[in-house]
Nanobody, 123 residues
Framework: QVQLVESGGGLVQSGGSLRLSCEVSGFTADYNAVGWFRQAPGKGREGVSC????????YYADSVKGRFTISRDNAKNTVYLQMNMLKPEDTAVYYCAIDKSLPCNLWEEFDYWGQGTQVTVSS
C-alpha cells in the first residue's frame, strides 16, 4: 500500500530548469533512504541523487553536481529534485524510490519505486 507518484516532468530548452516532485503515501514515515534515478533511451538506470537518514549523507552523480538539488518537505510527505542548467544529456525518465533500511549504495534493491516522469531537454 506504499505509493510513490512523480510529477513535474516535461519539455524544456537547454539551460532551463524543472522541479520534480515525488508524493509518498503509506507507512513510510521511518524510511532510511530516498533517491532519484533516471534511465535514458538505450541506457541502463543510473543514480542521480540519494539521501540517507541513517547516516545523514546526501549523494549526487558527478554529472549533476552543482546543478541538481534533492530536498524534502516532511509535512507534505514529498521529495523534490530541483534541476537547473539542464542539458540534452539529462533527457530521461526520472524515478523516485525509498527503502526502510537499505543504504544509498544499494539503491538497485530499494523496495518502493514510482512510475516515473519524462524529462526532455531540447538543444
Amino acid at each position: 500500500q506504499v505509493q510513490l507518484v512523480e510529477s513535474g516532468g516535461g519539455l524544456v530548452q537547454s539551460g532551463g530548469s524543472l522541479r520534480l516532485s515525488c508524493e509518498v503515501s503509506g507507512f513510510t514515515a521511518d524510511y532510511n533512504a530516498v533517491g532519484w534515478f533516471r534511465q535514458a533511451p538505450g541506457k541502463g538506470r543510473e543514480g542521480v541523487s540519494c539521501s540517507s537518514s541513517g547516516d545523514g549523507n546526501t549523494y549526487y552523480a558527478d554529472s549533476v553536481k552543482g546543478r541538481f538539488t534533492i530536498s524534502r518537505d516532511n509535512a507534505k510527505n514529498t521529495v523534490y529534485l530541483q534541476m537547473n542548467m539542464l542539458k540534452p544529456e539529462d533527457t530521461a525518465v526520472y524515478y523516485c524510490a525509498i527503502d526502510k533500511s537499505l543504504p544509498c549504495n544499494l539503491w538497485e534493491e530499494f523496495d518502493y519505486w514510482g512510475q516515473g516522469t519524462q524529462v526532455t531537454v531540447s538543444s
